[in-house]
């Protein structure tokens, strides 16, 4: 939510001062105007919109970890591929150049690694989803 204007006396108000109130099952989120006192609603939840809103929550981070997932392999992709451009040289090049030289940045493939074996996700974080 960004900053929000009065819209009695125009004064600008910050999310700041959002304050919660549980009325019954419901939690009311709203700001009360410094200046002229007035009480504007700004968001109602209730079991049902909070449980959305964590599978969102949820969906995005799974969102996350596949893209990691993605920028490993495509670092995996990338090195296969000079590997074999290296494979296909004649003989005589690659006696000259030496051994295949991976470019590949493997701090990175670990950092990636150590993330998706901390966040791994299963089929059940998938189902609960639904
Ligand atoms: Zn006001």
Excluded: W
């Excluded at 609603?41 to 969102?56: C, E, R, S, V």
């Excluded at 003989?91 to 998706?116: A, F, M, P, R, T």
């Amino acid at each position: 939510m960004e900053n929000f204007t009065c819209t009695i006396c125009a004064t600008d108000l910050t999310t700041e001062s959002i304050q919660i109130e549980k009325m019954n099952e419901i939690d009311v989120a709203f700001i009360i105007c410094h200046e002229c006192e007035n009480r504007f609603n700004l968001m109602f939840d209730n079991k049902k919109t909070k449980n959305i809103k964590n599978k969102i929550k949820k969906i995005k981070e799974i969102e996350n970890y596949l893209q990691l997932v993605l920028y490993r392999e495509m670092l995996i992709v990338e090195d296969d591929y000079y590997k074999q451009a290296y494979d296909d040289l004649p003989q005589e090049e690659k006696d000259l150049i030496g051994g295949y030289q991976s470019n590949v940045d493997k701090q990175k493939i670990k950092e990636y690694n150590k993330i998706i074996k901390e966040k791994r996700f299963n089929f059940k974080d998938l189902l609960e989803l639904l």
